[in-house]
């Protein structure tokens, strides 16, 4: 059973930035396409960005616009995702996600494992 452990959330000034880490245990890490996704209260839980196995290939969601960066250090079974310049609307619950089959998940049901969470607020 894989488990997926989210650090890293916090509060912050709008235009600030905060790094997120999850780390995995119980599997095998390199072979986990993996993802961040958050949900905001009463809204549903969006692709935030995702990388391939090897890192060689990332995507990400259409707000992000250049701001967040997903990387991943598959030695120490840790995915992060550092994000800039941010912006009240950011504000949400932010959960790693891991894929065993193919690339990384794009949608919350693609998805095998998830984190518990890590709470992101950025201030006005």
């Known amino acids: 059973q894989v488990q997926l452990v989210e650090s890293g959330g916090g509060l912050v000034q709008a235009g600030g930035s905060l790094r997120l880490s999850c780390t995995a245990s119980?599997?095998?890490?390199?072979?986990?396409?993996m993802a961040w996704f958050r949900q905001a209260p009463g809204k549903e839980r969006d692709f935030v960005a995702g990388?391939?196995?090897?890192?060689?290939?990332?995507g990400y969601g259409a707000f992000v616009k250049g701001r967040f960066t997903i990387s991943r250090d598959n030695a120490k079974n840790t995915v992060y995702l550092q994000m800039n310049s941010l912006k009240p609307e950011a504000t949400a619950v932010y959960y790693c996600?891991?894929?065993?089959?193919?690339?990384?998940?794009?949608?919350?049901?693609?998805?095998?494992?998830w984190g518990q969470g890590t709470q992101v607020t950025v201030s006005s």
């Open positions: 996600a891991a894929r065993v089959l193919g690339g990384y998940a794009s949608t919350a049901p693609a998805s095998d494992y």
């Open positions: 119980g599997g095998t890490f390199s072979s986990y396409g």
């Open positions: 990388i391939t196995r090897s890192g060689s290939t990332t």
